[in-house]
Every structure is written in structure tokens, then in C-alpha cells.
């Protein structure tokens, strides 16, 4: 988390608003640092994205499903066949063969350790003691397939996350947003900044 922290520092002293987009467990960190739950919030923030993102409470996740994927790592990093498992549990329709294959290798990069502390401590975390509502407006986006973190998950957990928070639901998407329907995540972070003026 601090990493981000120094990178939204360096970027903070570029000109203009800052937007932090979170997917995922991306998307609790881009709330802990919003809140300024471990270090102070970038000056210039002005909003906040969560693309199916974890709350900052416990994540949702069944515990069979949680120990498959820490089996995947038992041995180092995900093989092949961990990761395309992984694609083809969090996405609704197959990705077009390129951005399957980015997915798959940017999986396959994945620190094992870190795997296993997303997995066995993050997903787990409570913060909800040491976040109150953000002060910036909220986007929080969930696919429609999305099963652990889809849309009720993201109404009951991230909906009132900041005292300004708007829901969109992206059809034909599960939990890679990112890559199920970029141009529709682009369309809704885009109506936000007009929103913002």
C-alpha cells in the first residue's frame, strides 16, 4: 500500500485532479488510501473508481474456492493451467484470444507470495473501523456475472463507501471488468469526470 502511495505522491505533483481507480484488491487499497486509513490521501484527489472491488471489510469468499486457489501455489508461482482456471472462473463470455493470453501471462507473473497474502491475510482484513465515508464522490462499477464481488455485493459492501456514490452495473462482464468491457468501464470513468467538471 505505501507503494501506491509514493507513486500517487509523484503523480500528485502533475497539474490537474487526481481520479484512483481500484479493481479488485486494488480497489480496497484505492479506499484505505482515499480514507487516509495509513497514510494522509493525495491533496488534488478528487474521486474514486472501484471496478468490482473488494470492500474493506472481509471479502466475500467461499472457503473451498480460497483453498483451490491457494493450492495453485503450493509449488511457486501459477502454472498455465492455474491461470487460464482463474480467467475462466471470473470471466462471463471468453476474452478475445490476445487479452486471454495477457491475462494468462500477467497471472502466471504473480508473486506467489503475494498470491497467498491476498488469499490468507488482505481478502481478510477489517478496516472498517478506520474508514469513514470519503468525502470524494464514488464510482463503483461490478459486472453483471460477477459472482463473489457482482452487483448486490457491491451495493451491500461499497455503496456507501462515500457520501456521493453511483452503482453501474457493466452487462457481459463477471470480475475482469478491465478486460471483459473496457470501453464501457472507459464510458462510465469518463461520465464521472464530466460529472466533475
Request: without cysteine; hydrophobic residues 50%.
Amino acid at each position: 500500500m505505501r507503494h501506491v502511495a509514493d507513486r500517487l505522491a509523484a503523480l500528485s505533483r502533475a497539474p490537474g485532479p487526481l481520479v484512483l481507480l481500484g479493481h479488485s484488491m486494488g480497489g480496497k487499497i484505492a479506499t484505505l488510501l482515499a480514507a487516509g486509513a495509513v497514510v494522509a490521501p493525495p491533496a488534488d484527489l478528487a474521486a474514486v473508481v472501484l471496478v468490482a472491488a473488494s470492500p474493506v471489510v472481509p471479502e466475500p469468499m467461499g472457503e473451498d474456492r480460497r483453498r483451490q486457489m491457494l493450492a495453485w501455489t503450493r509449488d511457486g508461482a501459477l502454472d498455465r493451467a492455474a491461470a487460464e482456471e482463474f480467467v475462466a472462473m471470473n470471466t462471463q463470455d471468453p476474452l478475445p484470444a490476445d487479452l486471454h493470453e495477457t491475462a494468462v501471462a500477467d497471472l502466471r507473473r504473480t508473486d506467489p507470495i503475494a498470491w497467498r497474502r491476498w488469499l490468507l491475510a488482505g481478502s481478510r482484513e477489517d478496516w472498517s473501523a478506520r474508514v469513514p465515508r470519503l468525502d470524494v464522490p464514488a464510482l463503483v462499477v461490478s459486472g453483471a456475472g460477477d459472482g463473489d464481488l457482482g452487483t448486490a455485493a457491491q451495493r451491500d459492501l461499497n455503496g456507501g463507501v462515500a457520501h456521493d456514490t453511483e452503482l453501474v452495473e457493466v452487462d457481459g462482464a463477471a470480475h475482469l471488468v478491465p478486460q471483459e468491457r473496457p470501453a464501457a468501464l472507459a464510458a462510465a470513468v469518463a461520465g464521472l469526470v464530466d460529472r466533475l467538471g
